[in-house]
């Protein structure tokens, strides 16, 4: 029988010589093997430039407060004398300015008001004799009828001239009525932005 047999095959006759690649897929979605791996971002960027760090941070900060308060005088006194970037919303625009000058070129009550006030609260002590105090009462009077006169003469001022000049302001009336008057009530010197014109000017 074992002649009558067929030799089995060598191990080796079974496997083929040569191995036959794999077929590779075709389409976008395959990537081809690289010979090196990709380079991070921070290895193709550019080296940023590094600022040095103060070698004193005393005198770094002494020279930071130094350059705020200068900008700080800076910006006060381009405030005082009206620039328009230094101003506040409050004070921006040329109507708004044509308001102070007309504010700033005639004399207002207003700016007397605080010292007939004190006068009248010295004189209205119970100390003082009754004519005195009498004189103080119609002081105050005619302070709050000159008021009240020269509020409505601002007004009227303000209102004609922007309705001149600025037809198509989009300021309201009554706000910049109010924003005059304000202004009157204070002391010439410490209004703020300063006066731009003096008293009699022709606006």
């Given amino acids: 029988m074992s002649l009558l047999r067929r030799k089995s095959a060598p191990a ?8 036959e690649p794999l077929s590779t897929p075709s389409g976008k979605a395959y990537t081809a093997p690289k010979a090196r791996p990709t380079p991070k971002r921070t290895a193709n960027s550019r080296p940023r430039a590094m600022t040095a760090a103060p070698t004193d941070k005393k005198e770094a900060k002494a020279a930071m407060r130094t350059k705020m308060r200068e900008e700080r005088s800076a910006a006060y006194e381009g405030m005082r004398r009206g620039e ?6 409050r004070d921006k625009g040329p109507v708004r300015r044509l308001v102070r000058d007309l504010v700033d070129s005639r004399r207002n009550v207003g700016s007397y008001f605080l010292i007939g006030a004190l006068l009248v609260l010295l004189f209205s002590q119970p100390q003082w004799p009754a004519p005195v105090r009498f004189g103080a009462n119609i002081l105050w009077l005619l302070l709050i009828v000159a008021i009240l006169l020269d509020v409505f003469l601002i007004s009227r001022l303000i209102r004609k001239n922007v309705r001149e000049r600025f037809p198509d302001a989009p300021d309201k009336l009554p706000g910049l009525s109010f924003y005059g008057v304000m202004r009157s009530v204070q002391f010439r010197r410490m209004r703020s932005p300063s006066p731009q014109v003096k008293v009699g000017d022709q606006v």
């Fill in 12 to 19: 080796s006759e079974d496997v083929p010589d040569t191995v």
């Fill in 84 to 89: 328009e970037k230094y101003l506040s919303a």
